[in-house]
């Protein structure tokens, strides 16, 4: 928004979309601890929602509680705090959040909160951060919030902040949620975790199918959670019959899914899900419903 518009105090329902890794591959370990890998991280229509209006006080605040978790380690509330510190602005937030996507469940909810709210504040207040900036500003709150600022799906490396864009097929993947959290540094700290695999190349990926794509994470995962293994092993019974790509689990758990070509072979294996778990059909996104909020 340029010259004179009046520039708006309030947005609502700003989407944060979740992320599935259809492939995540474990290369190395930084020695600050932090994991580099390899993964192609894919946008899906499943969001959280956020509401914000600006203050002329300076208070960035939640309106709404979140479940058990300190101010000072809600992802929405540090991002706001970290941009405003970082663009010196003198405005601050009332944010409501309305959450659909489970925490620990590796959908890169939180993730994307921090990333919606970092978008949505550089609009509101002015600031013109540019694209690399806010990314940059994102690595600081979670390996993840870079790629939800890119705009595209990804293939992703270093811990999350080297991304290159790349184009994914439309598909329609069931989701279960295995009614288990799982704090992701357990994963990664996992002394099981194999590290030190090989590095792929972005070319190999045109031609692979995502059936031969893994999850290093999953392993172990598994193991220390036998609701993932129990989840992944009902989706893979359907494999030969509904030519599915393999079940696998996204992220460091704990949700699991599998692609279809079709949403309506999609609907069909969701309708069949055991009801002690939560599942869904989601549709892949080709961008990120804000891009269009930064042009550079
Ligand atoms: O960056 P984020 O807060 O999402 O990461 C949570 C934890 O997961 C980190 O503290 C680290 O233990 C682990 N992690 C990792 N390598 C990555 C991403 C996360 O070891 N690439």
Redesign the pocket.
Known sequence: MQGNQTRPTQLLACPAPAKLNLFLHIVGRRTD???L?QSVFQLIDRCDYLDFSVRDDGVIQRLNEVQGVPAEQDLVIRAAKLLQTYSSSQLGADIKLTKQLPMGGGLGGG?SDAATTLLALNHLWNCQLSRQELMALGLKL???VPFFLCGTNAFVEG??ELIQTITTKEQWFVIIEPGVHVP??SI??AKELTRDTKVVRITDFPDATNATWKNDLQAVACTLHGEIKDAIDWLSQFELSAGLASAKMTGSGSCVFCSFDDEDSAKKICAQVPKQWKSWVAKSLQQHPMNTWLQN
Request: glycine share 22%; no cysteine.
């Open positions: 601890g932090y994991h890998l993730s979670g390996a993840d811990i999350g992701t540094p990664f700290s």
